[in-house]
Structure formats: structure tokens, C-alpha cells
């Protein structure tokens, strides 16, 4: 049975994935569908964001709440303007808003919670935090599970594939992965010796050849989307990313379109969403 074909079978309500920025230049994520959604991570300025989401046929009035991985510039750039500007609700961990505050990227026209391993509900999605590995105060991940019981990982900026990461994105049917870097070209390009070691790290990012390995790891336990994210414009091309990752899947004796579906998110989407 194909992927499409098993969805199908599923007759559920359509979800919108819709990838509108990836990479270090900045990271936004709606989730939900056609109606209303959410935003992991507003890496972008909030008119860039609010832009992007009207190119991919939705609004900033569809997005009911942000969800923000970590404090770092390429997820938080549009966080202020576009949460105190349309009041929308702001959810990250105790050590992001920690981070957020004393930098002061927030202030109190910002409403913002804290969102532990019980998770939010919001627009008929319960929203759910795991930890990853990152040079920031505390990082999260997140899983969107749709009512239908569909459930979408976002696991970017992290150094290695936690067993908590692991059992989080177990069995997830979309799953953003990172894919930064291809390490050979890391290693013999232009990055400082310091930057290259931070970023080949347990708290930096994900390369090509772990994030390929994982990937074969999660169809083998029913993922069936994978969109390769982060992708660095300096280490990397997204190509590469693909073809790496498409090698070992096929390795492992999985095949595109029928076991799994796999895509590079763009650094910046006008394509449109994906549904399922
Ligand atoms: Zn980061
Ligand atoms: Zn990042």
C-alpha cells in the first residue's frame, strides 16, 4: 500500500504543514489547518512572516499561538513585534524565557507561558515539548498531535538524537528534521576552527549522515514525511541533503512514494503547504 493510499484509508481532517522559512537566515513553522494553526519558532522579521503566510494562502489571523524552540536570533527575530501586535500566546520553556527576558527580546506586552512535558492544547491540537541538545539555555523540540491522533516532530538545532528525542518522535507520521551540514564540507570550508567544532558538537547540529541514519530509523517505526530542515546554505546543499539521506533510506530497503515521502524544506516557501 502506498502512502497516499494509506492516508486515504485514514479519512481524516486535512492538516496543513506549511514550511515558510528554514536555515540559519531564519525559522518559521505553521501547523493546523486551513482555518487556524500555530507557529513554531518566528526567525524572521513579522513582516516577512505575516508576507510568507499570505503567499501560502493563510493569515497571521490564523495563528493562535507561537511556539519558540529557543532563544537564539534565526527562531525569535519576529517574536516581539508579532506577538504584542496581534496578542497572540507565546509557549517556550522556563530557561528560553529566561534567556528572552534578561536579553530583552520580550517585554510585557508579551504573553508568555511556560509549557512543561504535560504539554498545551490549542486549535484541537495538543502541543507537546521534548528537550534537545543545543548551545542555548534549554531547548525544546516539539510534537503537534492532531484530534485524528496525526502527529507532526519538529527536531532542528540539536547535536544528537536523544533517547528522550527518540521516544518523543517515535511513531510520528510527519517528522522536520534536521539535516545541517554535510561534514566533509564543514570541515573543509571557511568556518573558524572554533565555529566547526561547536557546530560538529553534541549541543550543535544535526549533519546529513545522522540525520539520514535517523530517518531510515523513523520509517522503520511508521513515519511516512520527512522534511529535512536547517539545512546550512554554507556546509551544505539541499541536494546533497536529499540524496544523502534518499541513500540510506534505500539501503535499508525502503523507496520514495511508496514507504516514504521526503522533501527539503526551503529557505523560504511560496510553494504552498503540505497536507495530509
Ligand atoms: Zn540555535
Ligand atoms: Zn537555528
Known amino acids: ?15 496543513r504543514l506549511c514550511p515558510l522559512f528554514s536555515g540559519s537566515s531564519g525559522n518559521s513553522y505553521y501547523i493546523g ?16 512572516i505575516e508576507t510568507a503566510l499570505k503567499e501560502n494562502d493563510l493569515d497571521i489571523h490564523n495563528v493562535k499561538a507561537i511556539f519558540i524552540t529557543h532563544e537564539h536570533s534565526d527562531h525569535i527575530q519576529g517574536l516581539r513585534v ?7 500566546r507565546v509557549f517556550s520553556s522556563v530557561g528560553t524565557i529566561e534567556a528572552l527576558t534578561e536579553k530583552d527580546l520580550i517585554n510585557d506586552k508579551v504573553d508568555i507561558d511556560v509549557i512543561d512535558s504535560v504539554g498545551v492544547e490549542v ?3 495538543k502541543i507537546t515539548p521534548f528537550p534537545i541538545s543545543h548551545d542555548c539555555r534549554e531547548g525544546f523540540g516539539y510534537v503537534a498531535e492532531s484530534s485524528d491522533g496525526r502527529r507532526t516532530g519538529f527536531a532542528t538545532d540539536t547535536g544528537y538524537i536523544s533517547k528522550e528525542m527518540k521516544t518523543a518522535l517515535h511513531g510520528c507520521d510527519t517528522v522536520v528534521l534536521e539535516s545541517n551540514h554535510d561534514i566533509g564540507m ?60 534518499l541513500c540510506t533510506l534505500e539501503q535499508n530497503g525502503m523507496k520514495q512514494n511508496i514507504d ?17
Open 186 to 245: 564543514l570541515q573543509c570550508g571557511l568556518y573558524p576552527y572554533i565555529l566547526k567544532r561547536r557546530i560538529l558538537s553534541d549541543i550543535g547540529h544535526l549533519s546529513n549522515e545522522t540525520a539520514a541514519e535517523y530517518a531510515a530509523e523513523l520509517v522503520r517505526n511508521g513515519t511516512t514525511r520527512i522534511v529535512l530542515a536547517h539545512i546550512s546554505r554554507e556546509n551544505n546543499i539541499p541536494e546533497l541533503a536529499l540524496q544523502t539521506s
Open 123 to 125: 486549535c484541537g491540537m
Open 260 to 276: 516514504f515521502i521526503l522533501s527539503a524544506a526551503p529557505v523560504a516557501n511560496t510553494s504552498g503547504s503540505m497536507i495530509y
Open 1 to 15: 500500500m502506498t502512502v497516499q493510499s494509506r492516508q486515504r484509508k485514514r479519512g481524516k481532517k486535512m492538516t
Open 82 to 88: 508579532l506577538a504584542s501586535r496581534h496578542h497572540i
Open 33 to 48: 489547518t486551513s482555518e487556524n494553526g500555530v507557529l513554531i519558532d518566528v526567525g524572521r522579521s513579522a513582516r516577512q
